[in-house]
Each structure stands twice: as structure tokens, then as C-alpha cells.
């Protein structure tokens, strides 16, 4: 069976700046430079294209300084956008941008009820065939329940408790349907004891290189692109069978923002059960 080719959403930092603070990451006095954000958003689209993924554009829009942020657009589930519901109202104004844009690529628009938070890909990350969706900083426990029942699949909260990780792909990245890596100290012992149940393969990363952004990775097949400033989970990869890139990403940690948190994988992660198995009412295409 071939897969189908790997796509990718982004959006062209051309009015990516930090205008508001909403994580601790973010200092209005220490402004991304624009110029530089655009060269290294460019080297991170060439990095993916020459992995062979095909990248997808959502045109920028000004005011919505965080749009660049795709991974929060959703949560793909085959042909279903089950679309972002922003806790901090500076980037609600993202939710109607990316609405638009799935309903014109032949996604079903699915929307969280208005009561809860969920933020998307940023904070649902399947691993095999669980859900893993990590929840209190942005998105709400009650948004992974609903999430459950609309998926009918297997769904495991995991509570974030550390606010420089407030989205899970800052500190969780599943790898393959049994591997990820993740940064113990962002989870309570609960979430530290269910991931470690469930997830047979666990690449574990140091606090300097979480801090680097060394969990919020890119996965293409076997190549894992990250930030700069990750040699020990790099090398670690390559003892696991991967090819880890390095593309330097300064830029977009200014706003809490990295190399996954600047993708959403439009055709299901490589780690995703369900991308190797068509459900009925599917055609697999787009
Ligand atoms: N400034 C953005 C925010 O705080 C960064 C989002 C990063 N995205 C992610 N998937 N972690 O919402």
C-alpha cells in the first residue's frame, strides 16, 4: 500500500509579530524580527518540500499576528476539521480564517460547542490509535470529552501543569503508532504514569532542550525536523532509526511557537492509526 503524499498547512509570517502576551514565552518589549521570521518560516517550507511533503498556504491575514500557528487551526480526523475554539480572545479572530479555508479544501467543518476551549492539533495528538489532549492552560477537560464522543475513538486527558508548556505538541510528540518523544515535568504524575502505560517507546528530553522546543517536532515519514539547539535528542533519533533536521527557529519561540506548532498535517500524522486505515464514507483522497 502507498501512502498518500504528506500535506502540510502554513501561513506566511507577513504580519507575525508579538502584539500580545498570552504565554509566558511572549514579551511585547522583545519583538520578533520580521525579516528574519520570513527567512526562517522560508528554510523550514524548503526543509519540508525536499522531505516531499506538499505544502498548503492560508493566506496571512493582518491583525492575527498568530495565524502563522496552523497546528491550532484543528484537529484533522480523515475528511472532518474539527475546528479551534481559542481560549484567549486575541486569536479567536483565527477561527472564521481557518473555517473558511477547510470548508473551500473539502473538509467537513466540525465546531467544539461554544462552552468549551480547544486548541486544535496544538493540544489533540493521536499516537497509535488513542487521542492524547492535553488540557487547563488553553483547552478544557470537558473539550476532550466531547472530542471522545464526536471521534468515537479513545481519548486520554493529560493535565499540563507546567504554563511554559501550555499546549501538548510544546512537550509531547508521538513519533509512530508506539513511539514519542516528551518532556516528563510538563505532566502530573497521573500524566506521566498513562503515558508511560500506553506508549511502549519514550524518548525522554532534558530541560534545556524542551526549553529549545526539542518536543514540538515535525515528523515526515522517518525525518524529524526540529529548532536548533537539540544534539542529545538528535542523537538519540539517530540511535532510533530517524533523521532528525535542525532549522534554526528563534524567531517564532518569541511568541511560544516552533517547528510543529507552525504545521498542521492536513492528511493525518504519520503516528495517526487511522491515516493507515479508510473508514467507510471516505475516499482517502482530497
Ligand atoms: N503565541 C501563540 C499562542 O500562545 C503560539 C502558539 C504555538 N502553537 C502551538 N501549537 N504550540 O497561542
Known amino acids: 500500500m502507498t501512502l498518500p503524499t504528506p500535506r ?21 518589549q522583545r519583538q520578533a524580527d520580521r525579516t528574519l521570521a520570513l527567512a526562517q518560516w522560508q528554510a523550514l517550507v524548503d526543509l519540508l518540500g525536499g522531505l516531499g511533503a506538499q505544502i498548503e498556504l492560508v493566506p496571512p491575514v493582518a491583525g492575527l499576528p498568530d495565524l502563522v500557528f496552523t497546528a491550532n487551526a484543528g484537529l484533522i480526523f480523515h475528511q472532518r476539521a474539527i475546528l479551534s475554539h481559542f481560549r484567549p480572545r486575541q486569536r479567536q479572530g483565527e477561527e472564521e480564517v481557518f473555517a473558511a479555508w477547510f470548508a473551500s479544501h473539502g473538509f467537513q467543518v466540525v465546531r467544539p460547542p461554544s462552552e ?4 486544535g492539533a496544538g493540544d489533540a495528538l493521536f499516537c497509535g490509535a488513542t487521542l492524547f489532549a492535553g488540557y487547563r492552560i488553553r483547552s478544557d477537560i470537558r ?9 468515537g475513538c479513545e481519548v486520554i486527558p493529560l493535565e499540563l501543569v507546567n504554563p511554559y508548556y501550555y499546549h501538548l505538541d510544546t512537550c509531547f510528540c508521538p513519533l509512530a503508532p508506539d ?15 498513562v503515558i508511560t502505560q500506553f506508549i511502549p517507546r519514550l524518548v525522554a528530553v532534558a530541560d534545556d532542550e524542551a526549553r529549545a522546543f526539542a518536543c514540538n517536532a515535525v515528523v515526515v515519514g522517518r525525518h524529524v525536523v526540529t529548532n536548533t539547539g537539540c544534539p542529545r535528542l538528535h542523537e538519540e533519533l539517530v540511535r532510533q532509526g530517524y533523521t532528525p533536521h535542525q532549522t534554526p527557529l528563534g524567531e517564532f519561540v518569541k511568541a511560544g511557537g516552533s517547528a510543529k506548532c507552525l504545521t498542521l498535517r492536513l492528511d493525518g500524522e504519520d503516528a495517526a492509526a487511522w491515516r493507515q486505515m479508510p473508514v467507510e464514507g471516505s475516499n482517502g483522497s482530497s
Open 8 to 28: 502540510i498547512l502554513m501561513c506566511r509570517p507577513d504580519y507575525y509579530g508579538i502584539e500580545y502576551e498570552i504565554n509566558p514565552w511572549m514579551n511585547r
Open 179 to 193: 513511539t514519542a518523544i516528551w518532556y516528563p515535568p510538563a505532566f502530573d504524575a497521573y500524566g506521566q504514569r
Open 116 to 119: 468549551h476551549f480547544f486548541e
Open 143 to 151: 473539550g476532550a470529552q466531547w472530542l471522545a464522543q464526536e471521534l
